[in-house]
């Protein structure tokens, strides 16, 4: 299934399909056939697929099936044996600059409570 637009919200996300858009939740998992293309932004980010743009989390672990293309800002990073990884890596502290990239939107930039645990402004791709 292939979906364009962009999630967010405070529960956790499952892509097993393609994503063009941006992502930002808690918790992203990004599956064997999931492929996201835009810029996700987790406090724990999987990724078992693809990604294709910039990677901003808490704690980030690539799997050994996992292809990303972009740059990865994090605290902590994982690297299975195997994983493809083609772009440049920044670790950062909550006390080094550039760390507010990992704290949550503040509360002006919070998206309203949604009935699920994410919002998705999406729409199938033709």
Request: charged share 25%.
């Amino acid at each position: 299934m292939k979906y364009e637009g962009n999630i967010s919200g405070a529960g956790e996300l499952q892509v097993d399909g393609s994503l063009k858009g941006d992502i930002r939740v808690v918790r992203v998992v990004i599956g064997e056939g999931g492929a996201v293309e835009g810029t996700v932004h987790a406090d724990i980010l999987e990724v078992r697929g693809r990604v294709s743009g910039a990677i901003v989390a808490k704690q980030v672990k690539l799997f050994a099936t996992s292809r990303v293309e972009g740059d990865i800002t994090q605290e902590q990073l994982s690297i299975e044996q195997g994983a493809w990884f083609q772009g440049r890596c920044t670790q950062a502290k909550r006390d080094t600059p550039g760390a507010n990239m990992l704290e949550s939107p503040t509360p002006a930039e919070k998206p309203a409570p949604a009935k699920t645990d994410a919002k998705v402004e999406a729409k199938p791709a033709a």
